[in-house]
């Protein structure tokens, strides 16, 4: 397994440049950049998928089935950027409707595919923000 992939600091003075994806994590705020199609895969859901890109990042999307939609602990809310990510198939629609605290823009991020440069921004909710799950880093708060 190569190691992550460090995005140097986003000067989201800018838009991002041609060609860019820039993906914002909240409530962490943490952006990331990468050209786009160049991402290495992780594993971790679909490639390109955000659990993919939060994996490369080593932001923390907990993913109690590894990233293969036999769970919903990766539901994330997709609050930019919607029309530039893969419309949700069968199974991603079957899952979801067991999961918590569904809105319109809700989405797995192991199946939510990044399919076009741009910018997004997903966010975590509250209620599904699990820091410490054994054999998980513990990204969170002030760490």
């Known amino acids: 397994m190569s190691d992550p992939v460090v995005s140097p600091e986003v000067d989201l003075s800018k838009p991002a440049a041609?060609?860019?994806?820039r993906v914002t994590f909240l409530p962490e705020g943490r952006t990331v950049e990468f050209a786009f199609d160049t991402l290495p895969y992780k594993g971790h859901g679909q490639p390109m998928s955000f659990l993919d890109v939060a994996e490369n990042?080593?932001?923390?999307?907990?993913?109690?089935?590894?990233?293969?939609?036999?769970?919903t602990t990766c539901h994330l809310h997709v609050k930019q950027g919607a029309e530039g990510i893969s419309e949700p198939e069968e199974l991603e629609l079957d899952r979801m409707d067991?999961?918590?605290?569904?809105?319109?823009?809700?989405?797995?991020?192991?199946?939510?595919?990044?399919e076009k440069p741009g910018?997004?921004?997903?966010?975590?909710?509250?209620?599904?923000?699990?820091?410490?799950?054994?054999?998980?880093p513990a990204h969170g708060p002030g760490s």
């Not at 041609?18 to 994806?21: S, Y």
């Not at 990042?57 to 769970?71: E, Q, S, T």
């Not at 067991?98 to 990044?114: F, H, K, M, P």
């Open 57 to 71: 990042y080593g932001i923390f999307l907990d993913h109690a089935c590894g990233g293969v939609c036999a769970c």
């Open 18 to 21: 041609e060609g860019m994806v």
């Open 98 to 114: 067991t999961a918590a605290g569904i809105e319109l823009n809700s989405r797995l991020g192991c199946q939510a595919v990044i």
């Open 119 to 136: 910018t997004y921004v997903v966010e975590i909710p509250k209620w599904n923000r699990n820091y410490v799950q054994e054999g998980k």
